[in-house]
């Protein structure tokens, strides 16, 4: 079982990696690929650096290329991965029979306050550069660029995640008896 995860920034992916973590799956992430180019280039891990690491290897390697890197990792293990955020990722990750993408959504009143609640480094502080920055990676500007929508557009199924931590993991379990059937 190869499970993919995209959404938008606080949609509470990392949850639901933890989610399936505890039951057994491995965790990756295309981000990974990117922080393993960051460290080799002595650069600094922020969102912007991120973004544009990302942008990088994509415009040398290929729209699918952080894909490739996590599946030459994987080796075939059963994983969750977080952050794909690339209809060309996603058409790598297709290569396995096994892979299933979800799209985590959340309301953008739910992921500000998220956001903010979880403090995390590399996060804004103001409502609108975290509004601004998310518009700009939901469509691509160039064909190395972070599209969200075109992304979730290829979904193979949505999980709503406006209501408690609770109700999350109750929709994650009835989700997990359908993948293991």
């Known amino acids: 079982m190869l499970i993919g995860l995209t959404g938008r920034n606080a949609s509470g992916k990392s949850t639901v990696v933890d989610w399936f973590v505890s039951k057994g799956l491995v965790s990756e992430s295309c981000s990974d690929s990117i922080r393993d180019h960051l460290r080799e280039k002595g650069i600094e891990e922020s969102r912007e650096n991120l973004i544009e690491g990302g942008r990088e290897l994509r415009r040398i390697g290929g729209a699918g290329i952080l894909a490739e890197m996590l599946l030459e990792r994987l080796a075939g293990e ?27 959504r959340a309301g953008m009143e739910a992921r500000w306050q998220r956001a903010q609640s979880r403090a995390r480094s590399g996060d804004v502080l103001d409502r609108e550069t975290f509004f ?18 075109a992304t979730a557009a290829l979904a193979d199924l949505i999980l709503v ?10 929709d994650l379990e009835e989700l997990w008896v ?4």
């Open 178 to 181: 359908m993948l293991s059937e």
């Open 78 to 104: 059963e994983a969750v991965i977080d952050s794909i955020r690339t209809p060309g990722e996603v058409e790598t990750l297709r290569e396995r029979e096994d892979f299933i993408l979800i799209e985590v």
């Open 132 to 149: 601004t920055q998310e518009e700009s990676e939901t469509v691509a500007k160039e064909e190395s660029g972070q599209a969200l929508d």
């Open 161 to 170: 995640n406006d209501a408690s931590l609770e109700e999350l993991h109750a």
